[in-house]
């Protein structure tokens, strides 16, 4: 059986999520009452951001790649970064990481392309929204991710990094997300939703009425990891 190792902090609170799905995934898999071997290495959060801010990638890559020899040496023999956006260095990371690494984009991917997905909407944070790892990973498929507006993503990047990351859960803000969503729905035509933040879920994941699918990362990822992991 392997051992989990889990690059969290990026944020606190989904990995806390984290931590609860992989046990559920692993028990509904293996089902003698045992439980999962999981080493989490909790990093800094204000330092990545701080890489992102500044397009420092290769610090970035260094800075993972460091986190990730340390939970090879506490015995981990698979890995998962906790978060979307670190992804956007992911091939690299992957490159140098002492234990092989299940990608949240590509799981993302496989469940988006299960369900037929043409035209899906993408949140997360300014940066992911921005980048191309997402888009370049669906397009494989010619899925056509669609974004928010810039106002929107400001919006959800401010909301994400505000009061997500710290646990804040407001009614207001939900109010405010799903408006954006309706309007993705209403305007841009997108055929489901990818919460590509892994802290949406934590205000969005019970989202049923919208009369698309809200793809949850977080949950997404965790499965895929329990698959290689504890076949």
Known sequence: MKTVGVIGGIGPESTIEYYRLLIAAYRKRIVDGSYPPIIINSIDLSKMVSFFEASQYDSMVAYV???LRK??????????????????????ISRQSPIPLVSIVEATFEAAN???????????T????????YSDVFSRAEIKLVVPQLDEQAYIHEKYMGELVKGIILPETRRHLLTIVDRLREQERID???LGGTELPLILGDVMDRGIPFLDTTRIHAEAVAAQAWP
């Open 192 to 194: 489901g939703l990818i």
């Open 71 to 92: 939970l090879s040496q506490a015995g981990a023999a698979c890995g998962l970064l906790a978060a979307n956006t670190p992804h956007i260095v992911f091939d690299e």
């Open 126 to 133: 300014r940066f992911t929204m921005q980048a191309h790892f």
């Open 114 to 124: 299960k369900l037929r997905l043409k035209r899906p909407g993408l949140l997360g």
């Open 65 to 67: 790649v460091d986190a």
